[in-house]
């Protein structure tokens, strides 16, 4: 594993290079922690973001075999989409269809996660599921604040060039806002 420090926020610099942490993850093959913080304790209580993907099934993998979490509260998150609640919205759908289609995208969404960390070997995470308002990103931020996670592990997919930059990354996004520690653990590389 590979430790560097914080990001410093220079905006222009940022957008057109990327961080000092996003280009080590680029090039890294093995896990990168962000310390945000000078180290009080143990972690306590770690969010491990997962879209379903084999790399971040991989990146689960990857984090249970770095064994930082012993004796803390694991729980991953899904952060899920509801396509169709924007539509029903503008097309004069009652409130209770529009909970009732919520309702069911939430079960759907519990069901898949269930089923993806079932196939994982390693130990225990709690679940939560939460719905997509904005970005995946700001919805593991938020999720990160609400539990008062001390640690983010995200996994990386590794797509580079001009995919990066009009799609960006989730877990570059992670970084460059996250008051906590985050790992960042490599995953399956998008060519493969």
């Known amino acids: 594993m590979v430790v560097i420090g914080p990001h410093r926020r220079q905006l222009l610099r940022d957008f057109f290079t990327g961080t000092t942490a996003e280009r080590t993850i680029r090039a890294a093959d093995r896990p990168i922690l962000m310390a945000n913080a000078p180290p009080a304790a143990s972690y306590r ?7 379903l993907s084999d790399a971040s099934a991989q990146a689960i993998k990857g984090y249970f075999g770095l064994e930082l979490g012993r004796t803390a509260t694991a729980t991953a998150l899904y952060v899920f989409d509801a396509p169709a609640l924007g539509l029903m919205a503008i097309g004069g759908a009652s409130d209770e269809d529009r909970r009732h289609y919520l309702d069911s995208e939430r079960h759907r969404a519990s069901v898949d996660l269930s089923r993806s960390l079932a196939s994982i070997d390693g130990g225990h995470l709690d679940q939560i599921v939460r719905l997509q308002t904005t970005c995946a990103a700001d919805g593991i ?18 797509q580079s060039g001009f995919v990066r930059f009009v799609l960006g990354s989730v877990a570059e996004q992670v970084l460059r806002s996250a008051d906590s520690d985050v790992l960042a653990i490599p995953g399956i590389s998008a060519s493969e």
């Open 141 to 158: 931020l938020a999720q990160a604040r609400d539990m008062a996670a001390d640690l983010i592990v995200v996994g990386t997919r590794g």
């Open 45 to 51: 209580r770690i969010l491990i973001a997962t879209d």
